[in-house]
Each structure stands twice: as C-alpha cells, then as structure tokens.
C-alpha cells in the first residue's frame, strides 16, 4: 500500500500535467472532446492524490518506521488520534495533505460545475489542475513524505507533547481547508478574465467557495487562539505572531471580498477591485505558506531552512506576475457599470469597509515582512512588535466596527436624512447610553469605551432588525414570535446569517476591549500562605496555597500546586497548575518539561494560574485576571455558525417566498 | 464636489492617519534583531548601542543552562559560532526553552557584556523539522544526528 500511494503521487503528477495542456488547448480552441479529457485527467489526479494519502496514513497507523516521516513523528505507542494526526503534524505530510485537500476541493469545483459556465470550465479546470501540479511536485521532488530510511528504526521519535492536544489535531486541518479554498476562487477569477466572461455569473460561482474558505479560517483561526491561551501559559491568545499574522491576511482579504461582491451584484460597481481581491485572497495564502515553511522571516515557531521555500517563492512571484499581465489585458472589460452617488449610502459605508480591511491586512503584512524589508533597504534587520500591530489595528478595528452598524442599514445609492434617522436613532442612543453608564462606573481608557459604545450601538442596529423582521412576519403570516424568528433567518439566509456573524464580531470586539483591564501578578506563597488582591472589576480575592503535590502517572511525573481561591469570602473550585516531566519506559525524561495552566471560567473573566516554578516548600506562580476571554470563544461559535447558514444552499422557491416578507432597510427608501 | 472624489479624500484620510501610526510605531518600537555577531560588530562600532533595547536570535549553548531553582531567574550563554554572550532573564520560563534550542532573547547589553532580557522566546520543537547542514536525506547519520537534538520520547500522553 506504501508502494502504491508513492507510485500514487508521480502518476498524480502526469495526471495534473495532462490536465492543465488538454483544458487549456480545448478553452483555447474551443474543443469540447479536448476539455472533457482534460477534466477527466483532474479527476484522475484527485483521485491519485487520494490513495497516496490513504498510502500515507496506512504507514503512519501501521507504523512503519522504515519511512523517514513516520519514524520523525509518531511511536508505536502514540494514541491512535494522533498518529492519524501526524499526517499534518511535520512538513512532507502536511504538503501531501495540502494536495490532497486542493484534489478534492478542484474535483469538487469542476463536477458542480459540469453542466454550468461552459465557457470558462477549461480555464478554471486548466488553472485549479495547474495550482495542484505545482504542489504535487513541490511533494514528490522536494518533501517526500515516502522518503525511506536505510535502515529500520526500532521506534519513531514520537510527537512533542505541546501538539498533543485535541485542538492541535483539528486546528491545522482547518486552517488548510480555508487557506487552500482560495484557489478555487483564483481559478474562477483567472477563467473569468480569459474568456472575458466577466458579468456577474463567476462571482455567483465563486460566492460559495469564498465562504467556505472564511468559515474554514475563521474556525481555524479561534482554535489557534484557544490553543495558545491554554497551552503556551503566557496568559493571552494572541501575539502578532509571522504565524498567526500568516492565517490572518487572507481572512481580512476574504472578508473584504465577501462585502464588496454585494455591491458588484447589486450596482455592477468593484469589478476591478472585485477580481484583485480574489488574486490577493489567493496570494496571501500561499505567502502564508511560504512564510511558515520558508525560514525567512523569525517566529517562535520552528521552521525549516527547507528547499521548499525556493519552490513557494517562485511559484508566487510567478503567479504574481502572470496575475498582473491578465488584468492589465483585460482592463477595458472591467469598467464599471456605475458610479458612487454619494457619501452617505450603502455603497460609500461598504467602499470604507474593504478599505478598512485591506488597510489592516497592509499594516499587518508590513509589520510581518518589516524585518526582511529594512535588511534589504537599510542593512538591519529591525523588529515591530506587539505595539506596533495594536498602535494601528486599535483604530482602524473600532472604525470597522462602526460600519458593521452601519453597513448593513443604510440605504443604497443615496440615504436621505429620515432614512438614517429612521434606522440609527435607536441604536444611537443605546450606544451612547452604555457608554455614559460605562463611563460614570469608571471605565476611563479610551479604546476600549469606545469600543464598548460602539459594541452597544452595533447589537442595537441587529436587534432591531431582527425586530422588525419578527414583527413584520408576525403581522403578515400571523407566526408565534419564536417561529416567525427560525422562519425568517431560514427564508433570508444570507442577509439574516450575515447579521448573525456581524452579531459575533461584536462579542468578539468586546471581550478583546476586556483585554485592556487585565491584571497580573507574580507571587510566591508557602504551604497555607495566601494572597489578597483585587480583580478588575474592584472585588477582593483571596487566594491559599493548599500545598504542593508531587507524583508520578503514566509517562510523567508530574509537580502540582493547588490555590483555593475565595472571591468577597466565597469559596470557589480549586485552582490546580501542574509542572510535567514526560519520561520514557527507563524514567529517563523526553522532550522539556511542560506546564499545565489552572483557570476558572467564569462569564466575567477567566482566572488562570502558572506554576512558575519552585523553592522548597514554596510556590512560584503567577495570577492573571483575564476579562472576558469567554466571549472570544463564544463570539467565533457565533461567527462560524452565522457563516454555515449564509453557505446553506436554498431552493430558488424558497428564496422567492423569502423576499417577499423582507423589509429590506435599502429598498423602502432608496428612491428618497 | 464628486462624490467619488470625497470618498478618496476620506479614503486618503483614513490611509494616512494608519500610515502615520505605522511610521510613529516603527519609529518608537522598532528594535534592531541580530546575531550576536552582529550585535558584537555594531558594539565596537557605536558603543552607545549599548543599554539599547535589541533582540538577537542565538542557540543556547549546550550545558551552559543555569536555572534559579524558583523557575523565574534563568542565566545561560548564546552563541551563532562566532560570537557568544552571557544572557540574564527574569521572568517566567518558557516550556520550549531548554540546552542546545534555538532562542530570541530582546533586551539590553549592559556595561559588563552580559545580555539582560525581559523577554526570552525559544521556538518550539518538532513543528515542522529543520534540515541540517550537510544532511543527506535516509541516511542512518542523518536520523540520528536529528534524534539527538530531539530526544525520543515513548509519548503515551492521554489526551488532555
């Protein structure tokens, strides 16, 4: 079977070749046999590309050490999940899986589509076939993972036990699936512009794809935060890290695209915009790729100096390139179909919206790739850090922030003064009115009572439009409130879906605004010793040290200090954070020791405990008060769940039905 | 006036403003990241550069791991080949840090040649694998020399 998946991955490679020449001779001689063989080639591909991966996973669950990969990263007595895991835990396999999932997704892609959008298929197959070619060459010639060992290893080396978490199995999957997903959309957008068939059916084709690769990252990108934040025991979730700024660039681009489509399907305006949206989209997944392969550019991350940096930089300059000289060819089929009317309306909000976005992605790009640019332009590597990002990112997120209230309520074209009066009065003044009360309990740093404020103003203008979406059914259809809701979300998914992830991105905002009033404090208490402090929001909290503990369990051994935290003199569940040694069979100890953090939830704020290290019969630890941490992963649900119902497809009835119980803010006066 | 050319103005404003910040930041924030070779050069060239804020990526030498028993104080050499410095770090330990691992020290180079960091970041392990030098994929050497750096481990951790 191991034989067959690397015999798999070359036959692969000739399938992919074949691919892209008779898709792209048929597109261009407009030869429907040549195209069909050339679809035909990509399903044989994908499906070559499968049983290398079923070849990979035999070796790994069988664990057959005579391959490289499989001795790097599993033993023989890795659980079961991981060694299935290890696929994506090292470079070669992580590459196959890359393949893998592009396979299935341009299989998918071209199969939809098979009876749809003849007139760019072959390009879209062509360039989808070409996009799967590069990878799979990239793993035959340059990451094997069917490498062999001379000789056979009595035992792999197993995995770091950091990356032996649920998430960590879950969380690069993930993040793959929405980063490769872009390229379905790039080779939509690249069969668009060569067959000059750039009216509004490849946006519809590439809608879906575009949301499935948002909700994918999105996911993707809450776990990585979840991991940090329980894992790496520095009390936060999130550091501007290249790596995690990586799976953030083309989130921020996506999003941008996702907005300014509407108003390409509505007012045939964005349409250059639209297409370089989807290249860049395209673009920064696989720089995000490149950057976390390459070495180029510092993280806590380990990365190798691997020879498949120089195949990710060709491949993307290339693509860069050829990406251009389409556009500009194609520049005159791209005009506009309209032009803004004015400042206040639908369009300008959304026009300030993807400017927002791709300013952020800019800056975040800039400050990624900032050490490479000041050693090429002045000789110094020189670092941003933290305070870089958040100098930048603070204002222009509160200002996207505001046009997630906006956005979605004002009229099109052109609002007139009752229209926005009509629509914000009500959330005006429930945003101001947080935020007086905010201010007046003492809430006196600016960003975040901005940010609250605003957080109140934008709940305001989704609550009301659930509202008059629920009343207006109720009067018409005569529903029970809690069946006039589920009919109007399930009748009005996209618009209904997206005010579910705008509601996400409100908890979101706020629980990071809690951020600003986090408190930490080091302390080394002795057995029965306690401390006293006061939490952010001016409630006393005691915490006793109940002693240390100090054992050994299955392959570690493990010291642990427990905290009896008593909060205004009630007693709460005990804190407990562990110091483990992993050892081998002999007692002898692998890999570093690793800490295990303590936290209390609670909907206020998380309480989280570090065993820092130990003197005797004296703890070092450090407490940190972390407000609102809760609703960072209650604010992602809502996000991901808002996305699948904006994907879930709708029968065409069903939509019509839909629409006509709507009352849509833009619509009712939009000729105003 | 044309309502496309108020938005780019707002458009301008917006770019400009987050510009400014970057340029304000970068200015403000920005630190030097060298090897210590590096740092060892631009010292004897400029001695002011001491006492300034620098990170520098180094390994850890081997065997030069010196821990406060508490698990808050931490001294140990850096080296890239060339140069090596003594560096001195308060603040809690990292897991990943250990002998021999790749690390990212920011702080100051005082007067005495020793490094003193506030912060101390080492790469974690086993991600993706670095490729030795001189490494010649499937030979017995190769596993080996790379087993070395990452001990073996009979990882039978229950799932947390």
């Not at chain 1, 068939?197 to 946006?203: F, G, I, P, Q, T």
């Not at chain 1, 250059?272 to 550019?297: A, D, H, M, P, Q």
Request: charged fraction near 15%; proline fraction near 4%.
């Amino acid at each position: 079977m191991i034989l067959v998946g690397e015999l798999s991955l070359w036959i692969a490679l000739l399938m992919c070749a074949w691919s892209v020449t008779l898709s792209f001779a048929g597109g261009r001689l407009r030869r429907e046999d040549l195209v069909a063989s050339g679809e035909r080639g990509l399903y044989a591909g994908a499906g070559f590309v499968a049983l290398a991966s079923v070849g990979l996973w035999t070796a790994l669950l069988s664990s057959d050490f005579s391959l490289r990969y499989v001795a790097s990263f599993t033993s023989a007595n890795l659980p079961i999940v991981y060694k299935i895991s290890a696929f994506w835990g090292g470079q070669a396999g992580s590459m196959l899986f890359w393949c893998l999932i592009l396979a299935l997704y341009a299989a998918l892609a071209t199969w939809v589509n098979r009876g749809k959008n003849r007139e760019l298929m072959p390009w879209v197959t062509g360039t989808s076939a070409l996009v799967l070619l590069f990878f799979v060459a990239t793993t035959a010639i340059s990451s094997n993972p069917f490498e062999r060992l001379e000789w056979v290893p009595a035992d792999g080396r197993g995995l770091n036990p950091q990356l032996q978490n649920p998430a960590m199995a879950i969380h690069p999957p993930m993040l793959y699936l929405g980063y490769v997903a872009t390229a379905i959309p790039f080779a939509f957008a690249v069969g668009a512009l060569v067959s000059r068939r750039l009216d509004a059916a490849w946006l519809g084709a590439v809608r879906r794809w575009a949301l499935v690769s948002w909700v994918f990252l999105t996911v993707g990108i809450v776990l990585g935060m979840w991991w940090a934040y329980v894992e790496l025991g520095w009390g936060g979730y999130w550091m501007w890290d290249p790596v995690e700024n990586a799976s953030l660039l083309p989130w921020l681009t996506g999003t941008a695209f996702l907005h300014s489509i509407m108003i390409q399907e509505k007012r045939g305006m964005l349409r250059k915009w639209n297409v370089v949206l989807v290249i860049g989209t395209f673009l920064l997944s696989i720089l995000g790729t490149f950057i976390t392969r390459s070495g180029v550019i510092q993280s806590v991350h380990s990365f190798a100096q691997s020879p498949v940096g120089a195949w990710f930089a060709w491949f993307l300059a290339g693509t860069l390139a050829a990406s251009v000289w389409l556009v500009s060819i194609r520049l005159k089929d791209l005009e506009p179909k309209a032009e803004l009317e004015a400042m206040i309306s639908r369009e300008a909000a959304f026009l300030y919206n993807n400017l927002v976005l791709v300013g952020i992605a800019f800056s975040v790009l800039w400050g990624t790739l900032f050490p490479i640019l000041s050693e090429a332009v002045r000789g110094a590597k020189i670092t941003v850090g933290e305070s870089f990002f958040n100098s930048v990112n603070v204002p222009l997120g509160l200002l996207l922030l505001a046009l997630t209230g906006i956005g979605p309520l004002i009229a099109w074209r052109r609002a007139s003064f009752a229209n926005v009066r009509r629509q914000f009065a009500a959330p005006a003044a429930l945003g101001l009115i947080v935020g007086a009360v905010l201010f007046t309990l003492g809430v006196r740093q600016l960003s975040p009572l901005v940010a609250w404020t605003l957080c109140a103003f934008v709940a305001g203008t989704i609550l009301q439009e659930f509202h008059k979406g629920v009343g207006a059914r109720r009067r018409m259809y005569d529903e029970a409130a809690p069946v006039a809701l589920a009919r109007l979300v399930a009748r009005n998914r996209r618009r209904y879906g997206g005010y579910i992830v705008h509601a996400g991105i409100v908890i979101l905002f706020a629980a990071f605004a809690g951020m600003a009033f986090r408190a930490e404090h080091d302390v080394t208490l002795a057995d029965g010793e306690s401390f006293t402090t006061l939490d952010p929001y001016g409630r006393s909290w005691t915490f006793t040290n109940d002693g240390l503990s100090q054992y050994k369990v299955l392959n570690r051994e493990v010291v642990a200090v427990s905290l009896r935290p008593e909060m205004e003199g009630r007693a709460l569940p005990l804190l407990i954070s562990e110091k483990r040694q992993h050892v081998d069979s002999r007692g002898n100890p692998t890999f570093q020791p690793s800490t295990e953090v303590g936290i209390l939830y609670t909907a206020r704020q998380d309480v989280y405990l570090v065993l820092a290290g130990v003197i005797g019969n004296r703890a070092e630890v450090r407490i940190n008060f972390n407000p609102l941490v809760m609703w960072v992963w209650a604010g992602g649900l809502l996000m991901a769940v808002g996305g699948l119902i904006v994907m879930w497809p709708q029968s065409e009835r069903r939509r019509q039905s839909g629409y006509a119980a709507e009352l849509a803010p833009g619509v009712e006066v939009g000729a105003a | 006036m044309h309502p496309r050319n108020k938005f780019i103005i707002g458009g301008a404003l917006v770019l400009g403003t987050a510009g400014f910040l970057m340029a304000g930041s970068i200015r403000d924030t920005g630190v030097y990241f060298l090897t210590p070779a590096e740092l060892q050069a631009k010292v004897a060239a400029d001695p002011t550069l001491r006492e300034t804020g620098v990170k520098v990526g180094a390994r850890v030498v081997a065997g030069s791991v010196v821990r406060d028993s508490g698990g808050r104080q931490v001294t140990f050499q850096m080296t890239d080949g060339t140069a090596t410095y003594t560096v001195d770090y308060r603040g809690i330990i990292p897991d990943t840090f250990s002998d021999s691992v790749d690390v990212v020290v920011e702080g100051r180079l005082g007067a005495d040649g020793t490094f003193r960091a506030t912060t101390l970041l080492a790469k974690c392990a086993s991600r993706y694998e670095a490729a030795p030098e001189g490494y010649k994929p499937g030979t017995r050497e190769a596993y080996e020399r790379a087993a070395a750096e990452t001990p073996a481990t009979p990882a039978t951790d229950t799932p947390r």
